[in-house]
């Protein structure tokens, strides 16, 4: 499928190609030790790993499990985040950036052993990874980034060039780091978990918690049922309930890109990703004998940028000039949320709330630290000790680098609610094609307009109901993303990500 087959296609990716359980919906009031929000990798290990230690465990999504950020991954399973250890050092120590190597290394060794104990056919393989640099500016970053590694007793080396025909200066290597199919494997666990007495919930939306200052907190789930229990684990990729932490001004949300192409030819191993801009990331999976290339990057802040479908045109090209490949069979993008100082929130969601448990702000490396923070969140639950709790606390505050941050981020917010409804927007909603959306003039004011491919007229408010900015048309997803706190909405108004929490207003169909 080459990009001008698909422009009108809705994105597909590859790890959602598999049968995966369902479950019914939450249609009566339940009483659990545990109550997870959310069936992703987190809510999922998480649930595994208490329900096999005799923790009585409600596990509850929104839509069907493993259907969010989980599934539209790369599913590298590494320590190297990019650069992040020279910083990591500078802002924490030396101690706390070992600790963040330690957790993310802990979360390779637990899927590597788990497979082999459970039997999991995941695809699970050890690969090197390297960062690599095609500018002087990064190059000396690697080097920089290097010395961090030797200070940390990184198994790591420099190298001069990678097997692909990209001119690069050097590139950053970190031995013994892992690849897989995440689905495969987290339907394994979630087999487990059920077998284990945990109790799974579909179609079940979290609407908020209510006494959360007693021992039995309860989650609301919209329709009326409650689920009590004595803690509740937030899972659910932007907190569904965050009104004490004030997560969203803590974080911002950034999209990237994948597209997947089968290929027979050879792949040399490893798994790469540039440190200079425009972003790129290579890996390769097993499928149908051959292997398919999975390319990534593009990244941006969501609702922000230029036409996201451009995106997917871009990586194309890339595969087209590097690989000689220019027709692709998978596309899909992914949201990530990044934290104030690029470390995630992992623990209680406030000082004093010790029961509300959360993990949030993966920042595109979901696959090691959803892991890891469901090990310390069980830890929380069973009252052991943990050693990286400290370093993932969501009550942390260092001023350096948080003040800048918290200032930069929300500023970019001020910008976008202050550009709103001032726009001029000289488009009408008849003046679409079928398959197309985007901002227009309805009935005087500006609206968001898709008609689909039948012809039928979708006409919304483009204003967030989080926090009132504007919303944007997504052409490559077909959604309405917010550039302020990255809240993105079905082309019907439709909540898809958080943290708005009401839909889009409808303001006509056609």
Not at 46 to 75: Q, R, S, W
Request: negative net charge.
């Amino acid at each position: 499928m080459s990009s001008s087959e698909n422009t009108h296609h809705f994105p597909r990716t590859y790890w959602r190609e598999i049968e995966l359980p369902t479950f019914d919906k939450l249609n009566q009031d339940i009483t659990v030790d545990v109550a997870i929000v959310g069936a992703g990798i987190t809510g999922i290990t998480a649930a595994y790993l208490l329900a096999k230690d005799g923790v009585k465990v409600a596990l509850i999504e929104a839509g069907g499990v493993l259907n969010g950020t989980t599934g539209h991954t790369t599913a590298k399973l590494t320590a190297q985040h990019e650069l992040i250890y020279d910083k990591l050092i500078s802002h924490f120590g030396e101690e706390k950036a070992k600790h963040y190597f330690e957790s993310a290394s802990n979360a390779i060794n637990f899927v590597e052993n788990t497979s082999k104990e459970k039997g999991i056919d995941c695809d699970f393989s050890k690969q090197d990874a390297f960062v690599y640099a095609t500018t002087e500016q990064y190059e000396r970053k690697l080097e920089t980034e290097f010395s961090a590694y030797k200070k940390l007793g990184i198994d790591g080396d420099l190298v001069g060039n990678i097997p692909f025909d990209i001119q690069i200066k050097s590139a950053l290597l970190m031995r013994n780091q892992a690849q897989y199919h995440p689905l495969k494997f987290l339907k394994g666990l979630l087999d487990e978990a059920v077998k284990a007495g945990c109790q799974v919930y579909e179609n079940s939306v979290a609407g908020g918690i209510e006494d959360v200052e007693s021992t039995q907190p309860k989650v609301k789930i919209k329709g009326g049922h409650k689920v009590s229990c004595k803690h509740v684990i937030i899972a659910s990729h932007f907190p569904f309930y965050d009104k004490p932490g004030l997560y969203f001004a803590r974080m911002y949300a950034d999209r990237s890109y994948a597209i997947g192409i089968k290929t027979d030819k050879p792949y040399p191993g490893g798994m790469y990703i540039s440190a200079d801009s425009p972003s790129r990331s290579i890996r390769y999976t097993p499928i149908d004998g051959g292997n398919l290339l999975i390319l990534g990057g593009e990244n941006h802040k969501t609702g922000q940028g230029v036409d996201t479908l451009s995106h997917y045109l871009a990586l194309e090209s890339f595969a087209k000039e590097v690989f000689d490949l220019s027709e692709y069979h998978y596309r899909w993008s992914a949201q990530d949320l990044v934290t104030l100082d690029n470390v995630p929130y992992i623990g209680p969601l406030t000082a004093n709330k010790e029961n509300i448990l959360v993990a949030t702000g993966y920042k595109k490396w979901g696959m090691t630290t959803g892991i890891l923070a469901a090990h310390l969140l069980t830890d929380y639950v069973l009252n052991r000790d943990n050693p990286y709790r400290e370093l993932y606390s969501p009550s942390r505050f260092d001023a350096d680098p948080d003040i800048k941050s918290i200032i930069s981020t929300n500023a970019d917010v001020a910008k976008h609610l202050l550009k709103g409804k001032l726009e001029f927007v000289p488009k009408d909603p008849g003046d679409l094609k079928n398959g197309e959306g985007s901002v227009v003039m309805h009935n005087g004011e500006r609206a968001g307009a898709y008609k689909d491919e039948n012809g039928k007229l979708y006409i919304v408010d483009t204003t967030c109901t989080h926090l009132g900015c504007e919303t944007e048309w997504n052409h490559a997803e077909k959604s309405w993303d917010c550039p302020c706190h990255g809240s993105r909405f079905s082309y019907a108004g439709d909540v898809i990500e958080g943290p708005a929490k009401k839909p889009l207003k409808n303001v006509g169909e056609q």
